[in-house]
Each structure stands twice: as C-alpha cells, then as structure tokens.
C-alpha cells in the first residue's frame, strides 16, 4: 500500500492544485455532455455548449479585463475554474432572462476577486458570490444541477483525487458527516427509510460538489487544520439547517460565503507584496530566497506559503506555487527554501531570475508542520534533502529553545547539507546519514550509509517511543519514514511532504 500510495502522491504532484481542479472540472463537463446525449440528462446539447461558452467567456473576458483596470495580472486558471464551476451552478437555457443571469453571475464572479478583497487577496469564493448576488436580483437562481445521481459515477472519484491532492479529506469528511446527518435526521422525521434518507443528501443535493471544488479553496480557508475542521462543521450546519429571513434563505452559495468570512479573519488577512533581497545556494540542488515583506507576515515555524509568479512560456503547472519558509517568525525577511536541481520549471526559472528590488506576492500562508505548544515536549525532526528546508525555520525560532530535540538529516553528501552553521548553532542534536558514505561536520553524529528503518531508528534514538517525530521530504521518503518511526514506536508522526513542490 505505501508503494501504491507513493506511486499516486508522485503522479498527483506533477499537477498544480489549480491545474488539477481544472482538468477533472473538465473532464466533468465532458461527462455531463455524454450523459445528455444518453438521456441521463436532459438540457439539450446546445443548451450545454451554449452555457458553458457564455461560462467560460465571459469570466476569461471580464477577468482580463479587470485585470487590466486594477493594472495587474490576470491569473486565468482561477477565471475559467469559476466559468466551469458557474456551469455546474446554473441551469443550462436558452431563456434570454436566465442566460442574461448567468451572465451576470459570471462577471460578479470575476469582479469579486477584485471588488471584494483586501490587500490583493479575495475574501470570497468567486463563483459563490457571483450565484449568491444574481439570485438577490432574481434574474436567476443556482439550482446546482451537478447534484444528480447520473454524475456520481464521476463526481465521487474527481472529487476524491481534489481532496486527496489537497489534503482535506478529514475536513470534507467533516463537512459531510455534519451536513448529511442533519439532512437525514429531517427526511426520516418525514417518514422516509433510513436507506433513503442516507442516499438523498448525497445523490441529490450538492455536498460532494460544494466540499470538493468550493469549501476546499486554498485562499478562502484559514491556514491550520483544527480551525479547518471547525470551519467545516460550521459551514455544514448552516448549509443543512432550513431558514428564511425573508429576504434570503438558506443556499449552499450563501452557507460558504459565510465560512469564507469567517476564515478570513482566522488567517494572513490579505496578499503581502514581497521585494526581492537576494539569494543564496543552500546546496547544489538548492536555493535560499530572501525577500522584504512590505508589511509584517503572520506565520508560525514550520508552515509555507504560497507564492504568485506570473510569467510568460509557462511550462502549463501554473503560477502559484507553494515554498517552505526557512525564517524564523517575526524576522525581518522572509526567506524561503526552494529546489533547483534540474529540471527547473517555469515557475521556479522566474524565481532565479529575479533581480533585487523586484516584487512578487505572497498569497497565502497555512500548514499544521508546527512543533508542540509545549517546550518540554522532545521532539525528533527527521529530513530527507529538500524536506529540511520547514525544519530551518523551527531551529531558527523560539519553538526548539530549551527543547529536546534531534535532528535525524538524510542526504546524498557533506555537499547536500544545508546550512550547517545554523544547524550547529542551534542546539539540537544533529544526526547525518550520508548515502555516499562521506563523513559529516564534527559535531554532527555520523549514522553511516545503512537505510533509515525500525530498528536502525530505534537504535539511533532510543527514546522515540517519548518524542512528537516530524518527517519532511519527498512522498516517497516520507512513506518510508513515517513506516520505519511507527516501527521503532513512534506514538505520533506528523507529516510534511513535497508533492508538486
């Protein structure tokens, strides 16, 4: 299972989240095509292809050209994500009243990115917000016609790869317990079966399709995994409850948009403009950038943070991608740690090219690969090369002052170590396991070239049964560490892999 499970983690990570959205988003619509053609549906065929062309032209368009107002550059991943999740929104029509609706809700949607915002950074989803303000004018209503049981053949598997990719299928699962089990509650106390009532909230109302493209947006979600999940009971509930205030009553556009205020005020409150400082070769296959926040940057050690890098030839995994922070918090760069081994992509190419006095924007920060709030818990941090790079920012911070804590590091040579002074200088117990078999820094403890498992661990650190372990690197490592500590009786492990880094 941890071959199998590796093998997924590295194919899954050569997609960008907002690339992969994209592609099962599209392979949705084609499905729902087919299933019209089948009978299954019954919109009509040029009814679809008419809506989704008024969809995706009208955000693409209307996103450009805000773009252009707002004199910035338009990322048109996130603009057709919204046309094709505004598709699955609105009933597909000929009705000049209901298209002109979907029109609209497709430029409130692109509009909101940059109407409702603060600091560069959306507060709501999109293509809530477009359907929720286009039904207060009653032009048009979302119906969320995906919730059929004709689409789950496909929904259930795409939305799955998203939650999985994501890593928020504990929070879906949340979402989904909350909000299905009060929808079942109320359709048994209607006298239908407990088959029926467990079957209906799932085949025929939206909760796979809003917790696997919209509840799980990265940018409109607070930045730890506890107050993810409060979020996502949160959300259930209004989502499920039945109200109507008169004015407006409960939709699923209207129960996101309030859990996206809510995390608003959870996290980073808006995009950070960072200026180029410089950067500096971590080891050969990696990189230190240095970059001044034009405003303070809230983060905990051990969490990353998103960055937009526009460019141009881009080699199709898009432009945002997310970097460890190697700083500690409250220092006056942020620094992150970035491979460049070849081959570099695009994304990663615009970073080397950056010249000092240059500027890019911060996103979006979160990650849970944060130590124990208590000091007197020993902690042991095992890296395997490029996954030391969250561990720089928790030896550089208050989190592993006084603390017990090992430092278990994997590399290919004395070369491929990172920053050995600061290792040094941190306090922690540092042990080097070099697979060329060259000797490491004195003060480092030489582990030899035998490979990481139970009992070389157990061997290595005696007392992991009483320490918190952190693992960092590449899927595949991670699998194989995390299986090796669980062996030497490790009680918890925290993760912290590099898929599509």
């Not at 009208?58 to 603009?79: D, G, Q, W």
């Not at 109407?115 to 709501?124: D, E, N, W, Y």
């Not at 460049?340 to 010249?355: D, R």
């Not at 157990?458 to 995390?482: C, H, N, T």
Request: include cysteine.
């Amino acid at each position: 299972m941890n071959a199998v499970k590796s093998r997924l983690d590295t194919w899954l990570g050569r997609f960008t989240m907002y690339r992969l959205i994209l592609w099962v988003l599209a392979i949705l619509v084609v499905y729902s095509m087919l299933l019209n053609v089948l009978g299954w549906l019954t919109f009509g065929l040029p009814q679809m292809l008419v809506h989704l062309a008024l969809c995706l032209g009208v955000t693409y368009v209307t996103n450009r050209l805000l773009a252009l107002l707002f004199r910035t550059k338009p990322h048109s991943e996130s603009s057709l994500i919204s046309g094709l999740l505004l598709y699955f929104l609105f009933w597909p029509t000929f009705a000049s009243l209901d298209m002109a609706g979907v029109a609209l809700a497709c430029f409130l949607a692109s509009a909101s990115k940059y109407a409702l915002a603060v600091r560069g950074r959306h507060i709501f989803n999109p293509a809530a917000a477009g359907a929720f303000i286009t039904g207060l004018t009653g032009l048009n209503i979302a119906t969320w016609w995906a919730a059929t049981p004709a689409m789950l053949w496909l929904l259930v598997p795409g939305v799955f790869v998203v939650l999985y990719r994501t890593r928020k299928l504990l929070m879906a699962s949340t979402f989904l317990v909350v909000a299905a089990g009060i929808v079942c509650v109320e359709l048994l106390s209607r006298g239908m079966t407990l088959g029926q009532a467990l079957w209906q909230p799932l085949a025929q109302r939206p909760l796979l399709f809003f917790v696997g493209f919209m509840l799980s947006e990265p940018l409109t979600l607070p930045p730890r995994r506890w107050q993810q999940l409060a979020l996502a009971a949160v959300v259930g509930v209004v989502f499920a409850v039945p109200y109507n205030l008169g004015f407006v009553a409960n939709s699923p556009e209207l129960a996101l948009l309030l859990g996206n205020a809510i995390a608003f005020f959870l996290g980073q409150r808006g995009a950070v403009e960072l200026t180029f400082k410089g950067s500096r070769a971590l080891t050969p296959g990696s990189t230190e950038f240095r970059f001044e926040p034009k405003r303070p940057v809230r983060f905990s050690a051990g969490q990353f943070m998103e960055l937009n890098l526009p460019h141009t030839g881009s080699d199709g995994r898009g432009r945002r991608r997310v970097f460890s922070i190697t700083s500690a918090p409250g220092a006056p760069e942020v620094t992150f740690g970035v491979g460049t081994a070849e081959p570099v992509s695009t994304a990663k190419k615009s970073l080397l090219n950056l010249q000092p006095g240059d500027t890019i924007t911060g996103t979006a920060v979160g990650g849970d690969f944060v130590l124990p709030h208590d000091a007197g818990k020993p902690v042991l941090l095992i890296a395997a090369g490029i996954g030391v790079t969250p561990f720089l920012s928790h030896l550089g911070s208050e989190s592993v002052s006084g603390r017990d804590t090992v430092l278990l590091y994997l590399a290919a040579g004395r070369d491929e170590l990172a920053c050995v002074e600061q290792l040094e200088a941190s306090g922690a117990k540092v042990i080097a396991r070099l697979s060329d078999g060259s000797a490491p820094p004195a003060f480092m403890h030489d582990a030899g070239t035998a490979r990481i498992d139970g009992s070389s661990l157990k061997e290595l650190v005696p007392d992991i049964g009483a320490r918190d372990v952190y693992v960092s690197g590449s899927p595949v490592s991670v699998d194989s560490l995390r299986s090796a500590a669980r062996s030497a009786g490790a009680r918890r492990v925290h993760v912290d892999s590099f898929a599509g880094y």
